[in-house]
């Protein structure tokens, strides 16, 4: 028997590029089976009157023990410059990256994965996720496989 992983993609999604996205695209069944907005960031985007909240909230990740145990193993110490705290900035990079981290390890577990990938335009993140190995793309890349997903449902 083959021990062959087969993978398919899901995207964990930063608030400037969820605050950019338009409706259509957060209705669409490509959105709701793959992309997904972590408690954080939502709650970054709660005065966003311009999305449909209802829809966001449907593919949000809850922050979880494990991921605030993520948080502070792996990503606290890493963080460098991109969480200032007496700023009240940053809080949800971190998480994020502390989210991708507790989802790839759930994949673990799993005979057919996905791979976790960060969409953001913040270079600070995409940075930190390739110190652990996870993959981050940028707005406008994440755009065009919406553009190109979504015009394959109709």
Sequence with gaps: ??????????????????????NDWLESEFFQNYC????????????????DFSLLVKNSIPVTYEILN?????????????VDLY???GNGDALLIATALNMREKEDEKL????????TSDKG?????????LRAIS???FFQILKRECKTEQ
Excluded: H
Excluded at 112 to 119: A, G, L, N, Q, S
Excluded at 125 to 133: G, I, R, S
């Design 112 to 119: 057919v994965k996905c791979e976790w990938v960060i969409v």
């Design 1 to 22: 028997m083959s021990n062959v992983s087969y993978y398919d993609v899901k995207y964990l999604i930063d608030e400037t590029p969820c605050a950019s996205l338009d």
């Design 87 to 89: 700023k009240n900035e």
């Design 125 to 133: 993140v995409a940075t930190l996720a390739k110190k652990f190995d």
């Design 70 to 82: 993520k948080l502070q193993q792996f990503v606290m110490p890493q963080i460098g410059p991109i």
């Design 36 to 51: 997904y907005i972590s408690e954080e960031i939502l709650f970054e985007l709660r005065d966003n009157n311009r999305l």
């Design 139 to 141: 707005k406008k890349d």
